[in-house]
């Protein structure tokens, strides 16, 4: 008897079901996250000529091969 048992808990397979992700707990995570992608955005493809927040080149030469990579043009 004993062995039938375990034979058949052994036979049955178990599926792990993930538990579901409230959306109150992911949102303000996932707006953070867009924000700061946002802000690199702009760091990486508009900081410089009229809309730069800085003065100088130094922002421009610190992203220059991520415009690159991205296909901004910057020169």
Do not use: K, N
Not at 42 to 66: I, K, M, N, P, R
């Amino acid at each position: 008897m004993a062995e039938t048992a375990v034979s058949a808990a052994l036979s049955t397979p178990s599926v792990a079901v993930p538990a579901p992700l409230p959306v109150r707990a992911v949102l303000p995570w996932a707006l953070f996250v867009g924000l700061l992608a946002l802000i690199a955005l702009y760091f990486v493809g508009a900081e410089q000529g009229a809309t730069s927040l800085f003065a100088g080149s130094d922002v421009h030469e610190w992203v220059h091969d991520g415009r690159h990579l991205l296909g901004f043009p910057c020169h």
